[in-house]
């Protein structure tokens, strides 16, 4: 290899290291509030959760704390009519959620709403399915509101984390290593 590629390759490492840490940064920074860290759902349970989630056409399907939206995005490709919200209030996942949407858009024409939104500040009157990976005392924080606000028969789908006084009508075990994140799916109806 010259001398010329070697020193490119050794410069576009440099960048990219230099956008990996300011990403981390931005990530660190707009997240130090947030209750609940952006930790996305791993991509290799995503088929687990869509064929848990059971959407149909006329859904309305929230992501409370969406990230990056991973698991709105994942769904539409299956079940492109449905209606898709997800939820966010950190900067850092908020820009990573704009972009998938916008590149949804342009590909597949199907609109994913992302809002900047605090979700215990959002009216959930509307859902037939809701998808969540927060954690355990957020759930508790939650569950006095989604039992006031959801209609009966709605379905919450949470990974990893239960409410304390709520039963879940399943629950699914993922066998994944226990090393990993993410092993278990609990499913509530409302
Ligand atoms: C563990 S991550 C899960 C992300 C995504 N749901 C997924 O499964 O890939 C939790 C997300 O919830 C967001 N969050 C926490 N509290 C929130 C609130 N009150 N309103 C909106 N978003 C919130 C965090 O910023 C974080 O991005």
Redesign the pocket.
């Known amino acids: 290899m010259s001398l010329f590629l070697l020193y490119a390759l050794n410069w576009f490492l440099v960048i990219i290291l230099f956008i990996v840490l300011v990403l981390l940064v931005i990530w660190m920074v707009t997240?130090y509030r947030?209750?609940?860290?952006?930790?996305?759902?791993p991509n290799s349970i995503l088929k687990d959760i869509y064929q848990l989630m059971k959407v149909r056409e006329d859904s309305v399907v929230y992501?409370?704390?969406?990230?990056?939206g991973?698991?709105l995005f994942y769904i539409s490709h299956f079940v492109p009519k449905a209606r898709y919200i997800g939820?966010?209030?950190?900067t850092f996942?908020l820009i990573l959620a704009h972009l998938r949407a916008w590149w949804h858009r342009k590909i597949t024409g199907t609109q994913i709403e992302i809002l900047n939104?605090?979700?215990?500040k959002q009216d959930l009157s509307n859902a037939t399915h809701i998808?969540?990976?927060?954690y355990p005392n957020?759930m508790d924080d939650l569950l006095p509101k989604l039992e006031k606000e959801l209609k009966p028969g709605t379905k919450l789908v949470s990974?990893t984390f239960k409410f304390t006084l709520k039963q879940p009508s399943q629950e699914f075990d993922l066998k994944r290593s226990k090393y990993k994140l993410a092993r278990k799916i609990y499913i509530y109806e409302f």
């Open positions: 997240g947030a209750k609940v860290p952006f930790v996305p759902v992501d409370l704390g969406c990230g990056d991973r698991v939820i966010e209030n950190v996942p939104q605090d979700f215990f998808f969540t990976y927060l957020v990974v």
